[in-house]
């Protein structure tokens, strides 16, 4: 017989935040920090993402902090420095968690290729790993996977749609 987990599993806030792209999910921690945010279309690919990340969720109904809704807000109302206000916890691999955390050093009305965020991190050889780990982003928006691009130039995959992340991209006042 496999064996069984006998691992409690992680136990997390859910609530939901209306934007001008959709119904924001937001799933925070004990301590309000976020942990994902993902579109209410996506929920199972959120919940497939939570899961390969912490193993057995528990999602809760849970208001998330009240100052992390309003720099949501404030950044869907064009005040883009607000993402930097919210706090942010990630799980993962060291590699996804280094692509993440460079991730959130993209400036807003900017972009970069996969090959050049490899090259940032050390790792030039690295781009389909880290178009692998940027598509495994929990943190939509807020860890800005919307900001990669193709070497090309060109609009390639988001977890969220093309259509929202050329939003978010014209958004920041990047032409695509």
Request: hydrophobic share 45%; net charge positive.
């Amino acid at each position: 017989m496999p064996a069984r987990s006998t691992r409690t599993p992680e136990r997390f806030g859910l609530d939901r935040l209306a934007t001008p792209i959709g119904i924001a999910l937001l799933v925070t921690d004990a301590d309000g920090a976020l942990r994902a945010l993902d579109w209410d279309d996506y929920e199972p690919r959120m919940r497939e993402l939570l899961r390969l990340h912490h193993g057995a969720v528990n999602l809760v109904d849970r208001s998330a902090p009240i100052a992390m809704k309003t720099a949501l807000s404030a950044y869907f109302e064009g005040d883009l420095d607000q993402l930097t206000r919210i706090e942010w916890r990630i799980a993962g691999t060291p590699f996804q968690q280094k692509v993440w955390t460079a991730l959130a050093k993209i400036p807003a009305g900017t972009t970069m290729s996969y090959g050049a965020l490899a090259a940032k991190i050390d790792m030039p050889k690295a781009i389909r790993a880290v178009g692998h780990a940027n598509g495994s982003n929990p943190i939509s928006v807020v860890l800005p996977c919307h900001r990669l691009i193709g070497a090309d130039g060109s609009m390639v995959k988001y977890g969220g749609g093309l259509e929202r992340k050329r939003w978010l991209l014209r958004h920041e006042g990047v032409e695509v």
